[in-house]
């Protein structure tokens, strides 16, 4: 599905992503995890667009992306949420259903804001996460969990194929973070693939049906969760060499 | 300085209140700019001179009344407006910075080009009922003034609709609040921002003819406009279209007022005063929001 070839993307001599290839898998919910500053949310940042990789190349169902704009990207097929919710806050959260969408052309310029068909199927993801009661208040009103479920099926209102879940648990109550589980996994079982970053690591193994460990920008390991969890490298680039703590010691 | 009667006082806040209306149209469009793109359009003096010469020359040698003449030159700003963003602004690098070397450039070679043109001689479009009023209840209500708050208010009416109500309206306000989140939306921000400057450019142009048949102008007036225009988006907060309106109408009075009962030389500076004063209050303006730069 996603495939990143030797992606670098550097930030003032500091190369955040360095040399960086991976696969997500068609089908699978990968997850993305590391340290802090390993290189997650600017791997994200290029995948969409927001970033141009300085070397590499992406592909998306056998399509180059890297160096695309972002609603090009977004238009070929992937969804994303963020860490911190980024939705259009003075908007009704129906309007905020309704943004992803629509493409603007000269065409359509004029055309009504808010069509039957679109309506109904916001209504439905609404429902589906209890929160259609809220359709014409502002998201600025609603509770940061709250807020994070109406970013999250707002994503799936242009049916992507992919779908990129910044730290999806982050900041959310543990209730609503099994809630969420239980969405990523039902729509996983249709079909949607998923690539997330999470720190909540129970949530990463038990989700996951693949995972990636990156470190100081470079994939250091992946496989399925059990493989992962007892990997040695992935154990130093969280806990610190054992070496240097026995040195130390 | 003198105390006006009751009856000048209301006849002033009448006055004042209806040219108000045109300051809020000549507002709108350099506030609603400034919101998607975070840029000043130091030029948008200079293209309401560009519309009132229009709307001149339309009347001298057509004979099209300048308020028809609207039709005409909204659709051509409006075309100007796309090309100069996607031609012109779009190529700068941090436009948010730069382009106010830029536009102040465009400003110049437009009030240039206008000098060379039409000469500094100051110009008004008098068409037949430049000097008639009605006079309702003793008041005094001047028909230009009239047609040119009527004429203002309708089309701000219908910003206000295509901005809640269309689908380029929302990808708009989409893009004003966080433009970042609207590209990973799906939301070509280039597209928006060339028919954001476009729309900008069009309230300009009606501008631009309704200040022909209320105040006479020449090429070096662009200046005088801006400087309004500027003051009024900041005193109502940048980026906010009721800010406008407020402002553009404390604006009106305000003038009107000064002019009564100090001296008409005075009106501009009271008003900057007031700009100044509620800028140590509310440094973001009446209704404008503390712009954080988000990453």
Redesign the interface.
């Known amino acids: 599905m996603l495939i990143t070839e030797n992606i670098t993307k550097t930030f003032g001599g500091i190369k955040a992503v360095d040399d960086c290839s991976i696969k997500v898998a068609q089908g699978l919910i990968t997850g993305l995890i590391g340290p802090n500053g390993s290189g997650k949310t600017t791997l994200f940042n290029m995948v ?3 970033y141009k990789p300085d070397a590499g190349k992406i592909s998306l169902k056998g399509n180059q992306i890297q160096g695309l ?4 990207i ?2 070929q097929g992937i969804g ?1 949420t ?1 860490q911190i919710t ?6 009704t959260v129906l ?1 905020n259903m ?8 000269w065409q ?6 808010v069509k039957k068909h679109e309506e109904e199927q916001a209504m439905e993801l609404l429902h589906w996460v209890g929160l259609s009661q809220y359709r014409d208040e502002e998201v600025r009103k609603l509770s940061f969990g709250q807020q994070k479920l109406i970013e999250f099926v ?1 994503v799936l209102m ?1 049916d992507p194929d992919l779908i990129l879940l910044d730290e999806p648990a982050g900041g959310v109550n543990p209730v609503m973070i099994e809630k969420m589980m239980e969405m990523v996994d039902d729509l996983n079982s249709k079909g949607k693939t998923f690539l997330l970053v999470e720190h909540n690591m129970r949530l990463v193994m038990e989700l996951c049906q693949h995972i990636i460990v990156l470190d100081h920008g470079q994939k250091i390991a992946e496989g399925v969760p059990s493989e992962v969890q007892n990997n040695p490298l992935v154990l130093e680039a969280y806990l610190g060499s054992t070496q240097n703590a026995n040195a130390s010691a | 300085m003198t105390i006006p009667s009751f009856h000048l006082f209301v006849q002033t806040l009448i006055l004042g209140g209806l040219v108000g209306g045109v300051y809020a149209l000549m507002a709108s469009g350099l506030t609603l700019i400034f919101g998607v793109m975070r840029v000043i359009n130091v030029a948008h003096g200079a293209f309401l001179i560009l519309g009132a010469y229009i709307t001149y020359e339309l009347f001298q040698y057509f004979k099209i009344d300048p308020i028809a003449s609207i039709l005409i030159t909204m659709p051509v700003f409006f075309g100007a407006g796309w090309l100069i963003q996607r031609y012109m602004l779009s190529r700068i690098a941090n436009p948010e910075q730069t382009s106010v070397l830029v536009t102040f450039a465009l400003a110049l070679v437009l009030e240039g080009i206008l000098g060379f043109i039409f000469q500094t001689t100051a110009r008004m479009v008098t068409p037949s009922y430049t000097s008639d009023a009605f006079i309702f209840a003793t008041y005094r209500f001047p028909v230009t003034r009239l047609i040119g708050f009527g004429t203002a208010l309708l089309i701000i009416l219908l910003l206000y609709l ?1 901005l ?8 708009i ?2 893009t004003t ?2 433009p ?13 921002s060339a ?1 954001t400057f476009a729309l900008g450019l069009s309230t300009a142009a009606a501008g631009g003819s309704l200040l022909s048949i209320i105040y006479s102008f020449n090429p070096s007036s662009q200046a005088d406009w801006i400087a309004r225009t500027l003051s009024i988006i900041v005193l109502g907060g940048m980026g906010s279209i009721p800010g406008a309106l407020i402002a553009a109408l404390t604006l009106g009075v305000m003038e009107q007022m000064t002019s009564i009962v100090v001296t008409l030389y005075w009106s501009p500076i009271v008003f900057y005063f007031f700009l100044f004063f509620t800028l140590i209050i509310r440094p973001q303006g009446l209704l404008g929001e503390i712009i954080r730069e ?1 990453g």
Do not use: C
């Open positions: 969409t667009g927001l704009k972002p609603s090009k977004y238009h994303r963020f980024r939705l259009f806050w003075k908007m309007e309704i943004v992803p969408v629509r493409q603007i052309g359509t310029l004029l055309s009504r804001g707002a242009s | 295509i809640q109500y269309t689908n380029l309206g929302r990808a306000r989409a609040q966080d970042r989140a609207a590209q990973l939306m799906g939301i070509n921000t280039s597209m928006i028919f988000k």
